[in-house]
């Protein structure tokens, strides 16, 4: 049997990415530091090994343990990170999780082979905030270019915004919770934001996908084969819980007048943020259809209470905003 190693794996990206091992005949060891709870606990085919990634003695104790053929490493955040993984399963398939946050241009689409991706500083390379985070998964991916130019058969997968069942962040949630609470929801601008977004379970084939078939040196692009704008995907979600939503457009100058701003509201870019997909679909990976992924994801929120309330304005400021509107709206009759 195939044996792989996830570098985390009981959160989010890394529970279905089990999930998708499991599917396809592997045996599965997590190694994570077990601060959250682990939902393969005593699960047949799924072991776990406890340690913490950035002790290198922890990593090649496990590397000695299962002898992996694969190994998918889905908590390196910082470039150094990289460099001790790739060396110490250097006999094993390395898939490093990078992000669209490392193109540095935003192309319309970014390309893994054509578009520019951040430069990162030795600061920069240590840092951990959220200004840094492009930079240093940059820094990551031309690790892994490094280690395969050094023979090991290293990938980077480059997912955009990840979103489905378990996502802890609730980016996508808090659209679900005022399509889920409301029957009127406001959005900025015309609604037509074009941030591409990944359903979670189309990763995880993924990241197997490419530790099976990747070209060791290469990054791949992970997003939607069909991108839709933020005013569709609450129509999606609506369709998706059988209920009905007005999307209620506002102008920069209409929130500004309710005191909003439209980057205050999560999945929201004024310029198309959008990637190629066809290197991965030239190896035989497929996305789920929207409307499929979709009502899992707004299904699996609703059922676990998640309403992403905090990642986006208070309901009682965006409805000062729709009343504003409502009464301009009246006053053209």
């Known amino acids: 049997m195939k044996t792989a190693l996830c570098i985390g794996g009981t959160r989010f990206i890394g529970r279905h990415t089990v999930e998708e091992l499991l599917a396809h005949d592997y045996d599965v060891t997590t190694f994570t530091r077990g601060t959250h709870d682990d939902p393969f606990a005593g699960r047949g085919g799924v072991s776990h090994i406890p340690g913490d990634r950035t002790d290198r003695e922890a990593l090649e104790s496990a590397a000695a343990e299962v002898d992996p053929d694969v190994v998918i490493d889905f908590c390196a955040y910082q470039p150094k990170e990289v460099e001790a993984a790739t060396e110490v399963f250097s006999d094993a398939r390395y898939v490093y999780v990078s992000s669209g946050s490392a193109y540095a241009r935003p192309d319309v689409p970014m390309r893994e082979d054509e578009t520019p991706i951040h430069e990162c500083t030795s600061e920069q390379a240590e840092d951990d905030s959220a200004e840094s985070y492009g930079p240093r998964k940059a820094e990551g991916d031309r690790a892994v270019a490094v280690a395969a130019a050094e023979g090991v058969e290293a990938m980077a997968v480059r997912p955009m915004l990840v979103y489905g069942p378990h996502d802890y962040t609730e980016r996508f949630a808090y659209w679900v919770g005022r399509v889920a609470e409301y029957d009127r ?25 490419v530790a099976e078939s990747g070209k060791p040196g290469e990054a791949y692009n992970v997003a939607d084969r069909n991108a839709f704008s933020l005013s569709e995907s609450l129509e999606l979600v609506a369709d998706a819980l059988d209920t009905e939503v007005e999307v209620v457009e506002a102008s920069e100058r209409e929130l500004a007048d309710g005191g909003l701003d439209p980057t205050e509201f999560p999945l929201y870019t004024p310029q198309p943020m959008l990637v190629s997909t066809e290197k991965l679909a030239s190896l035989g990976w497929e996305s789920t259809p929207k409307a499929e992924a979709v009502a899992e994801t707004a299904t699996a929120h609703v059922e676990n209470g998640r309403d992403g309330s905090e990642n986006g304005p208070a309901r009682g400021d965006e409805e000062q905003v729709l009343d504003a509107i409502g009464e301009m709206d009246s006053s053209d009759f």
């Open 185 to 209: 929801v406001l959005v900025p601008g015309d609604g037509g934001s074009l941030l591409h977004r990944s359903y979670v379970e189309d990763v995880a084939s993924a990241l197997r996908i």
